[in-house]
């Protein structure tokens, strides 16, 4: 009787006796990249970072990142719109939820994909949410209304049109 044919006789219940280290190293980084996958959208880099710092070697965490990509199982552009959904709900402006993607490893063109939103008005909600719905009394409220939203990731022609043009009335010069 030749290999094969001992291969065949011995039946599925064998089939884990017969996987070598290598074939279960990959199946232990693919089973713990499915838990990961199963609790939030991970992009590529990251997955490939937590696999390998659980001590997965970086060509095995390539090769199961590569077969969970190839079954659809892995996204990045799913993860970019989950990412952006994610921060949108936190008040954040594109700025710095591009910035948060490139260090993620989405690309430019998969940001601005995913970036598609009304900022304008997502702005204004994050400043009536901190500050109300009057606009700013005087300059010195209209400048920390705008630092305000700058921090938060919006660009400055968003930050105009979200609180108005700075007011010279009750400046203190």
Partial sequence: MDAD???????????PD??????RRYRAAFDRALRLLGQRE????ELTGKLTAKG??????????????????QSDARFAEAFVHSRVGRGQGPVRIRQELAQR????ALATDALDEDWAALAVAAR????????PADRDAWQRQARFLAQRGFPSDVVVRAIGEPDDRGSRS
């Fill in 5 to 15: 044919q001992a291969l065949e006789d011995d039946g599925p219940g064998r089939e």
């Fill in 18 to 23: 017969l996987l070598d280290d290598e074939d």
């Fill in 42 to 45: 991970h992009s590529a880099r």
């Fill in 56 to 73: 997965v070697d970086a060509a095995t965490a390539g090769l199961v990142v590569d077969d969970l990509r190839g079954r659809g199982l």
């Fill in 105 to 108: 490893g989405i690309d430019a």
């Fill in 128 to 135: 009536q949410r901190k500050f109300g719905d009057a606009p």
